[in-house]
């Protein structure tokens, strides 16, 4: 499976974007998909993550409110919405699948649970 993120850029504070993630097989409709970010000097963290049916979402507290995960399994493609950007979402945004998950259980947020990566895409708050 080939991901491919887009949709990042420049916001100011206070504005929105929307992150998408392209895959490149229908095997994508059959994992959880988990959005990552990793900031300079920073491991890697959560972000969100949602379930192969997309009905059970996970989101980490920092973006909690502010953001949506989505995804339209018909076009092997994923969103994330956020709104009431801050610089601290400043980071480069990966998304990743996690082919191994279990439905019934919460979609997973530690990156080591995750089988594929897109390229990521940057993503700058300015204040």
């Known amino acids: 499976v080939q991901l491919q993120a887009s949709g990042g850029g420049l916001v100011q504070a206070g504005g929105s974007l929307r992150l998408s993630c392209a895959a490149s097989r229908r095997a994508f409709s059959h994992g959880n998909i988990g959005w990552f970010r990793q900031a300079p000097g920073k491991e890697r963290e959560f972000v969100a993550a949602?379930?192969?049916?997309?009905?059970?979402?996970v989101y980490a507290d920092s973006v909690k409110g502010r953001a949506t995960i989505s995804r339209d399994n018909a076009k092997n493609t994923a969103y994330l919405q956020m709104d009431s950007a801050k610089p601290d979402d400043t980071a480069v945004y990966y998304c990743?699948?996690?082919?191994?998950?279990?439905?019934?259980?919460?979609?997973?947020?530690?990156?080591?649970?995750?089988?594929?990566w897109g390229q990521g895409t940057q993503v700058t708050v300015s204040s």
């Open positions: 990743a699948v996690d082919v191994r998950a279990i439905l019934s259980s919460p979609p997973r947020a530690h990156p080591t649970f995750y089988d594929y």
């Open positions: 949602i379930n192969r049916n997309g009905r059970t979402t």
